[in-house]
T-cell receptor, first 113, second 109 residues
Framework: DAMVIQNPRYQVTQFGKPVTLSCSQT?????MYWYQQKSSQAPKLLFH???????NEADTPDNFQSRRPNTSFCFLDIRSPGLGDAAMYLC????????????FGPGTRLLVL | SQQGEEDPQALSIQEGENATMNCSYK?????LQWYRQNSGRGLVHLIL?????REKHSGRLRVTLDTSKKSSSLLITASRAADTASYFC?????????FGAGTILRVKS
């Protein structure tokens, strides 16, 4: 089945130690998103790719970076994780040019020690 | 803030009862979407209603939209224990979604 896959599902890192979260999709969608969701809060958009064009949200900290080497894969890099970065990170995809559904992966829960 | 507001924040009902969740927003929309999130999981799209629509149905779900009041509601009829989840409305602008704060629904069996 076509889907959005996130690995790992749980990630533990140390304060200040760089970490990379991965997302892949078999939907061939050209728009990919990264959201941060803290406990009992709404998902908050960090950035998105429209094809290879990177779109950063104005309030996304510089500590967060992203790479999209091809249509299928997108990575979230946290350069120096702080305790406040502990959250669920959600990847989603969508076909551009149409109003409609975003397809979400199961998320990666990040714990910062 | 462009975020919408949802109420109630939490709702607890008995199986078989109906559940109604409300969403308000501040700016004009092209469409409004509702998503469900089971605990610790990703979001699942439920229904999309366009700005020129007033009501939409999907199975046990009914969504209404009142653009004059900038509000929408999600009704789940004949609820089941499996409906226990968080429900979010989301306003779409461009290629982006802005989510409301969500309603936590608990259906007791």
């Amino acid at each position: 089945d076509a889907m959005v896959i996130q690995n790992p599902r749980y990630q533990v890192t140390q304060f200040g130690k760089p970490v990379t979260l991965s997302c892949s999709q078999t939907l061939n969608h050209n728009v990919m998103y990264w959201y941060q969701q803290k406990s009992s809060q709404a998902p908050k958009l960090l950035f998105h790719y429209y094809d290879k064009d990177f779109n950063n949200e104005a309030d996304t900290p510089d500590n967060f970076q992203s790479r999209r080497p091809n249509t299928s894969f997108c990575f979230l890099d946290i350069r120096s994780p702080g305790l406040g970065d502990a959250a669920m990170y959600l990847c989603a995809t969508k076909t551009s040019g149409s109003s409609g559904t975003q397809y979400f992966g199961p998320g990666t829960r990040l714990l910062v020690l | 803030s462009q975020q919408g507001e949802e109420d109630p924040q939490a709702l607890s009902i008995q199986e078989g009862e109906n559940a109604t969740m409300n969403c308000s927003y501040k700016t004009s929309i092209n469409n409004l979407q509702w998503y469900r999130q089971n605990s610790g999981r990703g979001l699942v799209h439920l229904i999309l209603i366009r700005s020129n629509e007033r009501e939409k149905h999907s199975g046990r779900l009914r969504v209404t939209l009142d653009t004059s009041k900038k509000s929408s509601s999600l009704l789940i009829t004949a609820s089941r224990a499996a409906d226990t989840a968080s429900y979010f409305c989301a306003r779409e602008y461009g290629n982006k979604l802005v989510f409301g704060a969500g309603t936590i629904l608990r259906v007791k069996s």
